[in-house]
Each structure stands twice: as C-alpha cells, then as structure tokens.
C-alpha cells in the first residue's frame, strides 16, 4: 500500500496570506490527524477528523482549520498567515477499524511552511 | 505544565550499549505511543501501548498505568538508531499531547 502522501513538500508564503496542505491517508484508513512541528514548541495536536467528522481539536486559534472529505483525503487551511506558524506540517493516517480509537499512527513526511 | 515529560533529552551511547528512554505524563490516557524521527523529518510509530509491555526486535517499550510511565528501552544499540525519539500520550479524548523528544547518538 501507499503510504501518507502530503503536498506540496514546501511552501513559502507572506505574511497575510491563506495557504492549503494537503494530505492523501493510506488506503483504507478513515482518520487523518494533523499535527505542528516547530523548534521551539516540538509537536503539537492540530485536529484530528474520521468519516468527514471534526473529532477533536488542540489549542489553536481558528485561522487554522481542516476538513476532510469522503475518501477520506484531508486539507488543512491557515488563514491570516503569521511568521510563527512557520512550521513543519505533518499528517497522520490511522485504519480505527470498527470505531477503535487505539491504533498506530502513520505519517506523511510534512509540508514545510515558511512564512516572510 | 507539560502534560507529558521526557528524559533524557540528549543521549550519547557507544554501539551495543543498553538505552533507556523514559515518559512521564500527567493525563489519563487510552494509549502511549513511542515515535521515532530521522533527520528531514519522516516519523514512524515503533509502539503504541495502553498496558505491560511490548517488544519489535531490539526495542522494548513498557508503560506502569498507576505510577503514569513509560519506558523505551534499546538493547545493542547501533549507529541506526540514532534518531530522535518522541513519546506521545493520546487522552481519552482522542487528543495528544507530546514530549519534547530525546535526541539518541550511537557512536560506532
């Protein structure tokens, strides 16, 4: 199988401006989650959504949102773009058969953003 | 407060030495996840547990659910698993909280 697919790889973007990333799950699997990566903050919880579902959502403001459509490939959009969320941008994928929350992550290789 | 706390942060072992990870977290959680990151990003799940222990090859991951702690163990480490490696405490909500990392260099 594929695995996680995230585009585009980078990104450079203004300050300002909105910026979509992308990511394809694998095959199969029905939760996409995303999360931020930064030097200073680590990683962080984004969102997580199953079946076109928002499920649960970290602290961030609202200018970041996602959704998630019915084969199961989900976008991220950030609005208002800030030079703090320069980041690395990753997704993850999980199979969550019959509802089961516990099941291994799987992860693209994120979408570097910068913003000047 | 960091709901979840890893130690060391920086590591350096010779080859073949015994490594020893270890992730306190604060939350209840469903499950306790070990990640581990290669320079340029890429991350791959090594366990995901929510109770003993479980064991892949050389790795060894344990989780004490009353004390609230989890160990990643590496027996004969080898200059490949220099990486960073990340714990990751998923709450009953299905959120998830992450240690800072721990940067893990084997030397040949």
């Known amino acids: 199988k594929a695995g996680v697919t995230q585009t585009p790889r980078y990104l450079i973007k203004t300050r300002g401006q909105q910026v979509t990333l992308s990511c394809s799950p694998i095959s199969g699997h029905r939760s996409v989650s995303w999360y931020q990566q930064t030097p200073g903050q680590g990683l962080q919880f984004l969102f997580e959504y199953f079946s076109e579902t928002q499920r649960n959502k970290g602290n961030f403001p609202g200018r970041f949102s996602g959704r998630q459509f019915s084969n199961s490939r989900s976008e991220m959009n950030v609005s208002t773009l800030e030079l703090g969320d320069s980041a690395l941008y990753l997704c993850a994928s999980r199979e969550q058969p019959q509802g089961d929350f516990n099941s291994p992550l799987h992860f693209g290789n994120g979408t570097r953003l910068t913003v000047t | 407060k960091n709901e979840v706390e890893q130690s060391p942060q920086n590591l350096t072992a010779q080859e073949e030495e015994f490594i020893t990870i270890n992730c306190s977290y604060s939350?209840?959680?469903?499950?306790l996840h070990w990640l581990q990151q290669h320079p340029g990003g890429g991350i791959v799940s090594l366990f995901m547990l929510s109770s003993g222990k479980k064991k892949h090859g050389r790795l060894i991951a344990t989780i004490n659910i009353q004390e609230k702690h989890s160990s990643l163990h590496i027996t004969a480490s080898h200059p490949r698993d220099s990486a960073v490696y990340i714990c990751a405490a998923q709450n009953t909500g299905n959120q998830f909280y992450f240690g800072t990392g721990t940067s893990l260099t084997v030397i040949p």
């Open positions: 939350v209840g959680i469903s499950a």
